[in-house]
């Protein structure tokens, strides 16, 4: 699974971004997709996740009432919709990939087999 992220940019407090992940596989059929993030310095941490069987979302408690995850079944394409961003919220975000993840484990990210590259969102205040 080859994974590709892309949305990331410079913004503005308050303002939005959406950043898309785009799958090179057949099907995701039985995988749950995440997206985390890194700020520099800090450690990798939960974003949001989505079981691409039934659409279970997960989300980071400091996050959920912000971003929003969703896929695209069609495309192999999951996004997260980021409103009022925060200068906090600047980092790499990765797109992550895996299957057979439980759900206690979802926040977890050696949980997931494949990352994409990351892309950058900087945030000016």
């Known amino acids: 699974v080859q994974l590709q992220a892309s949305g990331g940019g410079l913004v503005q407090a308050g303002d939005s971004l959406r950043l898309s992940c785009a799958a090179s596989?057949?099907?995701?059929?039985?995988?749950?997709m995440g997206w985390f993030r890194q700020a520099p310095g800090k450690e990798r941490e939960f974003v949001a996740a989505?079981?691409?069987?039934?659409?279970?979302?997960a989300y980071a408690d400091s996050l959920k009432d912000r971003f929003t995850i969703s896929r695209d079944i069609k495309q192999n394409t999951v996004y997260l919709q980021m409103n009022s961003l925060k200068p906090e919220d600047t980092a790499v975000y990765y797109c992550?990939?895996?299957?057979?993840?439980?759900?206690?484990?979802?926040?977890?990210?050696?949980?997931?087999?494949?990352w994409g590259q990351g892309t950058q969102v900087t945030v000016s205040s």
């Open positions: 992550a990939a895996g299957s057979r993840i439980i759900l206690s484990s979802i926040r977890v990210s050696s949980s997931y087999d494949y």
């Open positions: 989505i079981r691409w069987n039934g659409g279970t979302t």
């Open positions: 596989v057949r099907t995701l059929s039985g995988y749950t």
